[in-house]
């Protein structure tokens, strides 16, 4: 290992890294304009991104925001462009990038944010990472996101999170009619009455949202964010940006606002680590960089805490997306549960079935645990402890966790689990064996439950033995954000994951509520990739078998005829859980649970499918809106916007469609639920102001 006065030089680096955070953390302001103050914990809003290179182009902007080319171009009025998204585009274009924001509570402190993921290429550093996100994120929030990744060696490949700051509007702004904040990056020469003019805000607007003085003209520090508050996205074209000559080879100087530092040290943090680097082969050039550097550091931590004007993040090492990693009652990160690789500890000799599985996986993210604390955790595995089946509620070194017995072949469920990396999949901590054919997998806990828990049942009491606790009731709003995750984490591994697969297994028992009722899909036990399937042109990869398994209801009709597997599976599969949502029934409904609509006409006890009920009762004749009413779940007390639920019963349909190419793809079943949300929690103002309108707002939903 190369040295460096006395020290391990990766040791040294991070260091530097860990010192240029600590100063950015005093050099936050005192007031976080990103903490969670608003009455909404989770809103749809935009980031105004432009491009920082003449090589950027739309499908490049819309993989580092893990969103696709016609969302992005669709929110920015650039529809056009979606024919030739690979097409380079000047530097400094804009693009408005709709992103979910929810408020993340972690250490004491409620943060907003929203979570992206990007496979780490050769050459990448947390430091390059944040500079491509232009001052949304930090070194020191990316490496809290991603515990298990070293910052000095990140491995090619693999997938690495990366936390984006946001913000919802808080109860004044909501009072004024603003409807959402943008989160907007600066670029050089823009001062603050420059951005003010951008859109047509006051002076006490753009300062209140965010903590600065309106009677004093600000300059502003290339590559920091300021919030916008607004009505509505104003259109791009109409935005007259200062014209931006060639790219800056690196930020310019700190100016009055530090944003937590994130502008003012990445040129600085730039040449550190080429000095680094070039110093493994050049001793005494290392030597006088990093000297260089650590004093470029120390000057921005002095002049960060002398302007005393900043504003910033608050304490990034806390602002995790939730279920990435579990932590203690004090909110201390518990590090045992993802320390070292197989083998570490020792551990991996005496598990030569889990380490073999390991192998295979080639994850060195999982810890392997003894079964003896998993059996101290469950209490021997007792009935009292068991959630369902042959899975247990577990206490893991103070950590409530999920394990799960199996004695199947997991090689190709592990293989999925340790290369995804999504906000809304569940994530796998670990696993154990007794050294029999028994296998145990540890899983975050999901403490409400399933979403079929919530609809349908009751689900468990982590401080009884009864597990008998009645579940939470959903209201509308979250019902729909729950919605949106789980089409988010269908888009991700269809689209973005690597290989991209089909779940096969989407239904409402697989999806996981977690404390922040944020949803996590899980069971990839029978996923399949689709990395060598063909299209007859369905526009989506195809496969065919003739081991037709999965849960009534669920099944899309061209798999049960045909053995056909195609990622519109999941979509239909999908639509039946929209249908729950809506009705609050299961997917099978038996006739005494059924409408009395559709009469006496079959057997008492008989099960019939709620997507041929959906069809029976709601879609077929007239009046779609009055039976959709009559159809929806009685529990939520018609506390919801009808216009905004027909939207959604719409967009069931249309992932109903028996014909697999006219299903849309979950591309665009992200877009349409992100305006269905939007509509919603405009909708949950209004009643929360006493504005009894609560109709909101029709929305087109089209493939």
């Known amino acids: 290992m190369q040295v460096l006065f006395g020290f391990p030089l990766k040791l040294l680096l991070l260091f530097l890294m860990m010192m240029h955070g600590a100063c950015a953390q005093q050099a936050a302001s005192s007031s976080n304009i990103y903490a969670c103050t608003s009455l909404q914990q989770i809103c749809s809003t935009s980031i105004l991104y432009r491009t920082h290179s003449s090589e950027e182009n739309l499908t490049s902007v819309s993989t580092l925001f893990n969103t696709s080319a016609s969302i992005i171009a669709n929110a920015s009025g650039l529809s056009n462009l979606t024919s030739s998204t690979a097409a380079p585009v000047p530097y400094a274009t804009p693009f408005y990038i709709p992103v979910n924001c929810s408020c993340q509570n972690r250490s004491n402190t409620q943060t907003y944010q929203t979570l992206v993921n990007r496979t780490i290429i050769y050459g990448d550093t947390f430091d390059i990472v944040k500079n491509d996100y232009e001052g949304l994120t930090t070194d020191q929030a990316i490496i809290a996101a991603n515990p298990t990744l070293d910052p000095t060696n990140l491995p090619i490949g693999a997938s690495l999170s990366v936390p ?95 944003n937590s530092g994130n502008g003012s040290s990445s040129s600085s943090n730039k040449k550190l680590y080429v000095g680094i680097g070039i110093g493994i082969g050049a001793g005494l050039i290392f030597a006088l960089l990093v000297a260089g550097g650590i004093m470029c550091v120390l000057l921005v931590c002095h002049r960060s805490q002398k302007q005393g004007t900043g504003h910033g993040y608050g304490q990034e090492s806390s602002n995790l997306e939730s279920g990435s990693i579990l932590t203690n009652d004090e909110g201390t990160p518990t590090k045992v549960l993802y320390a070292g690789a197989v083998g570490s500890d020792g551990v991996g000799s005496d598990k030569p079935h889990a380490a073999a599985l390991l192998d295979v996986a080639g994850s060195d993210k999982l810890q392997v645990f003894l079964y003896e604390e998993l059996r101290e955790a469950t209490e021997d595995f007792s009935d009292t402890h068991r959630i369902q089946g042959s899975v247990f509620l577990g206490n893991l070194h103070g950590e409530l966790v999920a394990i799960k017995l199996t004695k199947e072949n997991m090689t190709q469920e592990l293989k999925i689990l340790t290369q995804v990396n999504h906000a809304n999949l569940v994530r796998l901590i670990g696993i154990s064996t007794n050294n029999t054919e028994d296998l145990y997998l540890v899983f975050e806990y999901a403490d409400n439950g399933s979403l079929s828990d919530c609809l349908h049942g009751t689900a468990i009491d982590p401080t009884t033995a009864s597990f008998s606790q009645s579940v939470p009731f959903l209201p509308w709003t979250t019902r729909i954000h729950i919605a949106l995750d789980v089409a988010s984490a269908l888009d991700y591994i269809h689209n973005y994951a690597n290989p991209s697969f089909v779940h096969k297994d989407v239904k409402s028992s697989n999806i996981l509520i977690d404390s922040d009722f944020r949803a996590k899909l899980a069971n990839f036990g029978m996923a399949k990739s689709t990395d060598n399937g063909s299209n007859p042109g369905v526009g989506t990869p195809v496969m065919l078998t003739r081991h037709i398994v999965g849960t009534q209801g669920y099944m899309a009709p061209e798999y049960l005829e045909h053995g056909l597997v195609t990622v519109k599976a999941d979509v239909y599969a999908f639509g039946v859980v929209l249908l729950e949502i809506l009705s609050g029934k299961e997917a099978m409904v038996s006739r005494q649970l059924s409408s009395p609509l559709e009469g006496n006409n079959y057997a008492s006890g008989e099960e019939r499918l709620l997507s041929s009920l959906f069809q029976a009762e709601v879609l077929e004749g007239e009046n779609f809106k009055q039976k959709l009413q009559a159809w929806m779940d009685p529990l939520l007390q018609n506390a919801y916007p009808l216009d905004t639920a027909c ?54 939903v089209g493939r």
């Open 164 to 258: 984006l700051n946001c913000a919802c509007p808080s109860r004044r702004q909501l009072r004024r009619g603003d409807k959402l904040i943008l989160s907007f990056v600066i670029f050089p020469n823009e001062i603050f009455s420059v951005v003010r003019s951008y859109f047509n805000l006051t002076p006490a607007q753009l300062a209140a949202a965010n903590d600065l003085n309106a009677s004093t003209e600000s300059t502003l520090e290339y590559y920091t964010t300021l919030l916008v508050p607004l009505v509505n996205l104003p259109p791009l074209s109409s935005i007259n940006f200062i014209p931006q000559g060639a790219q800056a080879s690196a930020p310019s100087p700190a100016a009055n606002i530090s």
């Open 647 to 700: 939207d959604t019963a719409t967009l069931a349909k249309a992932c109903l469609n028996s014909d697999l190419a006219e299903r849309p793809n979950m591309n665009s079943v992200t877009y349409t639920l992100n305006k269905i949300l939007a509509s919603s929690l405009e909708w949950e103002s209004t009643v929360l102001f006493g504005n009894k309108n609560t109709t909101g707002h029709s929305i087109a």
